[in-house]
């Protein structure tokens, strides 16, 4: 299975700013996933990010909010932009692998918090 | 109809019991199955991977799936304290596809 280092593990930030998360993965991937885990609720995926060509979002995910970039193919950033306190959640960065590359593997999360 | 429904607990079990954790799911594209672990302040682990309909054991853990019922299940055998985790259920129609995952259920084994 794929290591996957993922920073900030945490972050307590002011409304209005953004935060850019990092992941980083031990092998190449072709496709990169970012979640978000609010309390009580499913994994919700934000956006799908493949190298070399633009994140495919979710429905109620937009670029403005959500940009992502992808610029290897070990290496993604999720940035939360103009925060709310309604962002304050963990985000996960996640790749696919196994023998039928249908297994997700995710990092630590980030904890956000916005005051 | 949510996709992916999963019993919401929490759930509290003396240690040494028999925990049955349940999924059930409306979508009939799906064919891989997942049951990851997730402690507190970590990501989710991956636990248990099934192909279709049937049976899989790894040690204390069993997972079941059902498909002309949509219902699948994970059987934690001799409950252990180290076991109390959020779990949660995952499942995807084919590689490379979008997994969808139900809310999760925090265990707790007491000693």
């Known amino acids: 299975s794929a290591v996957i280092s993922q920073k900030p593990s945490r972050d307590i930030c002011q409304r209005g700013t953004s935060l850019t998360i990092q992941c980083q993965v031990d092998?190449?991937?072709?496709?990169m996933f970012w979640y978000r885990q609010q309390p009580g609720q499913s994994l919700t995926l934000i956006a799908t990010?493949?190298?070399?060509?633009?994140?495919?979002?979710e429905s109620g995910f937009v670029i403005d909010k959500f940009p992502i970039s992808r610029p290897n193919l070990t290496f993604s950033t999720l940035t939360v932009s103009n925060m709310s306190p309604e962002d304050s959640s963990i985000y996960l960065c996640?790749?696919?692998?196994?023998?039928?590359?249908?297994?997700?593997?995710f990092g630590q999360g980030t904890r956000l918090t916005v005051v | 109809q949510k996709e992916v429904e999963q019993d919401p607990g929490p759930l509290s079990v003396p240690e040494g019991a028999i925990v049955s954790l349940n999924c059930t799911y409306s979508?009939?594209?799906?064919?891989?199955f997942m049951w990851y672990r997730q402690y507190s302040r970590k990501g989710p682990e991956l636990l248990m991977y099934?192909?279709?309909?049937g049976n899989k054991e790894d040690g204390r853990f069993t997972a079941q799936v059902d498909k002309s019922s949509k219902y699948i299940s994970l059987f934690i055998r001799d409950s252990q304290p180290s076991d109390s985790a959020t779990y949660l259920c995952?499942?995807?129609?084919?590689?490379?596809?979008?997994?969808?995952f139900g809310k999760g259920i925090t265990l707790s084994v007491r000693p």
């Open positions: 990010a493949n190298q070399g060509s633009e994140a495919t979002y």
């Open positions: 099934t192909y279709s309909s």
């Open positions: 979508n009939s594209a799906f064919q891989y």
């Open positions: 092998s190449q991937v072709t496709m």
């Open positions: 995952a499942m995807g129609p084919g590689a490379n596809s979008k997994l969808t």
């Open positions: 996640s790749v696919e692998g196994g023998d039928m590359n249908t297994e997700a593997f």
